[in-house]
């Protein structure tokens, strides 16, 4: 498969919770992006793409397939900028990374820093 590709500086990151924090159970996490637009899974418009939440994940999974779906690998296919998750007590890992309309990492892949909380 062809992979889409991503423009040159495009970035995902973490508006909230910031690396280090300290959450309850349950917590937002918000999203940001820059030089690309979000868009649903299943749009095909150029430098799009829709959000996926890494948690607890030792590396990022296959770059040349679609992402799986499952606690670790959460999709935000409508195109969603923010959710609310509840983890258990402990220290976490969370990155994103951005997929295109079928699921799929771009070329470069457009992923972020993990970062690491502690949930109370």
Do not use: R, W
């Not at 299943?42 to 040349?64: Q, R, Y």
Request: no cysteine; hydrophobic share 40%; glycine share 10%.
């Amino acid at each position: 498969a062809t992979l889409s590709p991503s423009p040159v500086g495009a970035t995902v990151y973490f508006v909230e919770p910031a690396d280090g924090a300290t959450v309850a159970q349950t917590f937002t996490v918000k999203f940001g992006v820059k030089g690309m637009a979000i868009a649903p899974a299943g749009t095909d418009i150029p430098n799009t793409g829709h959000h996926h939440l890494l948690i607890d994940l030792a590396e990022v999974p296959a770059l040349d397939k679609p992402l799986p779906a499952d606690a670790q690998h959460v999709h935000f296919g409508g195109g969603q900028t923010e959710t609310t998750i509840e983890l258990t007590p402990g220290q976490h890992t969370l990155q994103l990374l951005l997929g295109d309309m079928t699921h799929i990492p771009h070329d470069p892949a457009v992923v972020s820093q993990k970062i690491t909380i502690t949930v109370q």
